[in-house]
């Protein structure tokens, strides 16, 4: 059975989890790292998430993984192969660790802006956070067991934040924040 969709406040401790999980990674990979960065809902303060840290490593070659591959490893963290979505190599927690998601994606690519740039709008954009939150319950209520039609659910407030982001980014001249590395 796979485990049910649960959206909770956001939590303070959610960036001092992250801090924890980044110090561990940077130790372990080193040089290879561009920028370690914080994505996702839990990175953005006052927006409801499922309490999931996700991590964006960035790198400058995708192409060589193999390295990156075996110190995830050594940390506890399985590599996906399965993932289906080839502009990241994607990583899961072992059994009994904190639920986290680790992308890893190659420095400068689109995938790689666009969730900065969708977490540096919704933190500086209180009302299409909130608006993404409000969402985001209701259909956890409506797919709480139905994961891929959470998700897929979600798609259209997803990119309707991203075009606001887009106007946004060039109105002010957007660059992604400094790295959380």
Do not use: C
């Not at 927006?47 to 999931?52: E, H």
């Not at 400068?108 to 969402?135: A, C, I, K, M, P």
């Amino acid at each position: 059975m796979k485990d049910p969709v649960i959206i909770e406040p956001y939590n303070d401790s959610w960036p001092n989890l992250f801090n924890e999980l980044r110090t561990q990674i940077v130790k372990k990979i080193g040089s290879d790292v561009h920028r370690v960065d914080h994505i996702g809902s839990t990175s953005v303060v006052g927006l409801a998430a499922k309490p999931i840290i996700d991590i964006q490593i960035s790198v400058r070659n995708l192409g060589n993984i193999e390295t990156i591959i075996s110190r995830l490893a050594s940390l506890g963290y399985r590599y996906r192969s399965d993932n289906d979505d080839l502009t990241k190599r994607y990583f899961r927690e072992s059994p009994g660790m904190s639920r986290t998601h680790i992308h890893v994606r190659q420095a400068g690519s689109w995938s790689e802006q666009f969730n900065l740039l969708f977490r540096d709008y919704l933190r500086t954009h209180e009302d299409d956070r909130d608006q993404y939150s409000r969402t985001k319950y209701e259909l956890a209520n409506r797919y709480r067991d139905q994961r891929e039609q959470y998700v897929d659910a979600k798609t259209e407030i997803v990119w309707d934040i991203i075009k606001k982001a887009n106007t946004w980014s060039q109105k002010i001249g957007w660059k992604p924040s400094k790295a959380d590395l």
